[in-house]
């Protein structure tokens, strides 16, 4: 048979001779790598057209939202960038003027304006900007003038009267100012004093008075200026339970809030003379009221486990004699100061999309909601859609112009002041 077996010595030179293949080509591509090797040439990503970079979001933009225009320009004023998500509803058409669906809003300040109300006309707003630190007239088109050159830096609250253009303006470090645009004139009043309201002449204030001792707090009257002061009911240490709102009849100038027993408390109504009216069962817990121009009628907003301690609001009489006649419910998920009256018998209310299950405890968790807007009858109770803004707000302060044409709105989110139709 023959033999295959290769001498040891033959196999050694072919493994030697395979190992030096290998390491020499392995060495020749090292030097080609090294020293010969051309330039890299990198692929970029598809280049886009001007109509495709148009399209792309703003840094601090999100996809699908729209930046607004910028308003009027105020010399010394600056308007910041905002971001707004358009209304979810694409298929519907958006209406200049409301009419139960998408509509139009017109930006009459884009800059920070958290307080607002309507100037002695009734159809333009005055308006405080916290940039500037300067109180602002602004009509319906976004026209802004000074009210006046003097700033007013940091202001905490301010309670507006309207009809005489003066507004008492409370700061962190407890002093209180009311200032009078009509006259430019300012006056101090005592640092003690919070919570202040005006009476329907605006002549009086009624406030507050929060001494350091507790045996010395009381519910108080003044002139507006702060002359002629009387102490109306003693507040101790409930001043929590109690709110200052002069009703426009001006027959009631505070209300205090009782806890009674399961879903109810019940509303004591004080009078400028220390009267005391008809209370007032109330369905739930943390009451919000507002009177209607003519003091006959008041919408409170209280929540309880019925609603999933969603606010609900109500409407009833308000005349002493008369506190809790008609007394309905309207059918909206909403806290009263989201409301606000174009007369006696109208009102318009903004309306989450969504109410948090609790946000009656917790209002902050509606803080993010977006808002649509409810048209209703005080004497009915009835209620009905008029508006979904085209951009999604959470709105914080509303006012209708005397005409009737037109609903301002303040943002939540951004403090900024918009206008929606109305006819």
């Given at each position: 048979?023959?033999?295959?077996?290769?001498?040891?010595?033959?196999?050694?030179?072919?493994?030697?001779?395979?190992?030096?293949?290998?390491?020499?080509?392995?060495?020749?591509?090292?030097?080609?790598?090294?020293?010969?090797?051309?330039?890299?040439?990198?692929?970029?990503?598809?280049?886009?057209?001007?109509?495709?970079?148009?399209?792309?979001?703003?840094?601090?933009?999100?996809?699908?939202?729209?930046?607004?225009?910028?308003?009027?320009?105020?010399?010394?004023?600056?308007?910041?960038?905002?971001?707004?998500?358009?209304?979810?509803?694409?298929?519907?058409?958006?209406?200049?003027?409301?009419?139960?669906?998408?509509?139009?809003?017109?930006?009459l300040d884009l800059s920070?304006?958290?307080?607002?109300?309507?100037?002695?006309?009734?159809?333009?707003?005055?308006?405080?900007?916290?940039?500037?630190?300067?109180?602002?007239?602004?009509?319906?088109?976004?026209?802004?003038?000074?009210?006046?050159?003097?700033?007013?830096?940091?202001?905490?609250?301010?309670?507006?009267?309207?009809?005489?253009?003066?507004?008492?303006?409370?700061?962190?470090?407890?002093?209180?100012?009311?200032?009078?645009?009509?006259?430019?004139?300012?006056?101090?009043?005592?640092?003690?004093?919070?919570?202040?309201?005006?009476?329907?002449?605006?002549?009086?204030?009624?406030?507050?008075?929060?001494?350091?001792?507790?045996?010395?707090?009381?519910?108080?009257?003044?002139?507006?200026?702060?002359?002629?002061?009387?102490?109306?009911?003693?507040?101790?240490?409930?001043?929590?339970?109690?709110?200052?709102?002069?009703?426009?009849?001006?027959?009631?100038?505070?209300?205090?809030?009782?806890?009674?027993?399961?879903?109810?408390?019940?509303?004591?109504?004080?009078?400028?003379?220390?009267?005391?009216?008809?209370?007032?069962?109330?369905?739930?817990?943390?009451?919000?009221?507002?009177?209607?121009?003519?003091?006959?009628?008041?919408?409170?907003?209280?929540?309880?486990?019925?609603?999933?301690?969603?606010?609900?609001?109500?409407?009833?009489?308000?005349?002493?004699?008369?506190?809790?006649?008609?007394?309905?419910?309207?059918?909206?998920?909403?806290?009263?100061?989201?409301?606000?009256?174009?007369?006696?018998?109208?009102?318009?209310?903004?309306?989450?999309?969504?109410?948090?299950?609790?946000?009656?405890?917790?209002?902050?968790?509606?803080?993010?909601?977006?808002?649509?807007?409810?048209?209703?009858?005080?004497?009915?109770?009835?209620?009905?859609?008029?508006?979904?803004?085209?951009?999604?707000?959470?709105?914080?302060?509303?006012?209708?112009?005397?005409?009737?044409?037109?609903?301002?709105?303040?943002?939540?989110?951004t403090n900024t002041v918009?206008?929606?139709?109305?006819?």
């Open positions: 048979m023959p033999n295959f077996n290769l001498p040891i010595l033959t196999l050694k030179k072919i493994l030697m001779v395979i190992g030096f293949i290998l390491i020499t080509g392995a060495l020749a591509f090292a030097i080609y790598y090294l020293f010969f090797r051309g330039p890299v040439i990198e692929v970029g990503p598809e280049e886009l057209t001007p109509e495709e970079l148009s399209d792309l979001p703003l840094s601090g933009e999100r996809k699908g939202e729209e930046t607004g225009p910028t308003g009027p320009e105020v010399p010394g004023v600056t308007e910041s960038l905002i971001t707004r998500r358009p209304a979810n509803i694409p298929t519907e058409t958006t209406t200049e003027t409301a009419a139960g669906g998408v509509t139009s809003i017109t930006d920070i304006t958290p307080f607002m109300s309507l100037d002695a006309s009734g159809n333009n707003l005055m308006s405080y900007n916290s940039d500037t630190d300067q109180f602002y007239r602004i009509d319906g088109n976004g026209k802004k003038t000074l009210l006046s050159e003097r700033r007013f830096p940091e202001v905490k609250n301010i309670t507006w009267a309207e009809n005489s253009e003066k507004a008492i303006m409370e700061f962190p470090d407890g002093t209180n100012v009311l200032y009078n645009f009509q006259t430019q004139t300012q006056t101090t009043l005592p640092a003690n004093w919070t919570d202040f309201d005006f009476s329907s002449t605006e002549s009086q204030i009624a406030f507050k008075d929060m001494d350091a001792n507790v045996d010395k707090r009381f519910i108080g009257t003044s002139s507006a200026d702060g002359s002629g002061q009387k102490y109306v009911e003693f507040l101790g240490n409930k001043d929590n339970k109690v709110k200052v709102n002069w009703s426009p009849n001006n027959q009631i100038i505070a209300t205090y809030e009782k806890a009674t027993s399961g879903e109810f408390n019940t509303l004591y109504f004080i009078g400028p003379n220390n009267e005391n009216y008809r209370s007032l069962d109330v369905n739930g817990f943390g009451v919000q009221l507002q009177f209607n121009p003519d003091g006959d009628k008041m919408v409170y907003s209280a929540h309880n486990s019925v609603s999933e301690n969603k606010p609900q609001l109500y409407v009833t009489d308000a005349s002493p004699d008369a506190i809790g006649y008609n007394h309905k419910k309207i059918n909206l998920n909403t806290w009263a100061d989201k409301c606000t009256f174009a007369n006696a018998s109208t009102m318009y209310c903004a309306v989450p999309k969504i109410m948090p299950e609790g946000a009656g405890w917790f209002p902050e968790l509606a803080d993010n909601e977006p808002d649509n807007i409810y048209k209703v009858d005080v004497n009915t109770g009835a209620t009905s859609f008029i508006a979904e803004p085209e951009f999604e707000y959470t709105i914080n302060q509303m006012q209708v112009s005397q005409d009737g044409s037109s609903l301002f709105f303040t943002d939540k989110q918009h206008k929606i139709k109305l006819k």
